[in-house]
C-alpha cells in the first residue's frame, strides 16, 4: 500500500513564498514520477510539476519560473516551493505517484494520490 501525506500549505498574501512537502511510504520511491496538481474551486484539477529525477522535470506553463519541484531519495520525498505566488494560485494541492506508464501531464496516468492541503493566496 502506497501512501502520500502532503504537507506545507497555508494562508499567504500576494508575492509570499510556501514550500509544500509530500512524504512517500509503502514502496521504492527512486524510480517513481511524483507529480503535483492543483484543484481550484469550481475547477477540474490540473497538472503543476512532476519529477522522476533531478534532471527530468516538467513544469505546466502557469508556473514555469515562480515554482520548482524537487525530491529527496533518502527521505522518499518531493517538495514543491512555490514564490511570487498569486491569488490564482489559490487550490487545494495534491502530491500524485505514477507507478506504470503514460504521460505525465494527464491526472489519470496517476496511481496514488495524496489527501491534498489547502493554499490560499490574498491579494
Known amino acids: 500500500q502506497v501512501q502520500l501525506v502532503e504537507s506545507g500549505g497555508g494562508l499567504v498574501q500576494t508575492g509570499d513564498s510556501l514550500r509544500l512537502s509530500c512524504a512517500v511510504s509503502?514502496?521504492?520511491?527512486?524510480?517513481?514520477?511524483m507529480g503535483w496538481f492543483r484543484q481550484a474551486p469550481g475547477k477540474e484539477r490540473e497538472f503543476v510539476a512532476a519529477i522522476r529525477r533531478t534532471n527530468n522535470i516538467v513544469y505546466a506553463d502557469s508556473v514555469k519560473g515562480r515554482f520548482t519541484i524537487s525530491r529527496d531519495d533518502a527521505k522518499n520525498t518531493v517538495y514543491l516551493q512555490m514564490n511570487s505566488l498569486k491569488p490564482e494560485d489559490t487550490a487545494v494541492y495534491y502530491c500524485a505517484a505514477r507507478l506504470y506508464g503514460g504521460d505525465w501531464y494527464n491526472r489519470a496516468n496517476y496511481d496514488y494520490w495524496g489527501q491534498g492541503t489547502q493554499v490560499t493566496v490574498s491579494s
Open positions: 509503502g514502496r521504492t520511491f527512486s524510480s517513481t514520477v
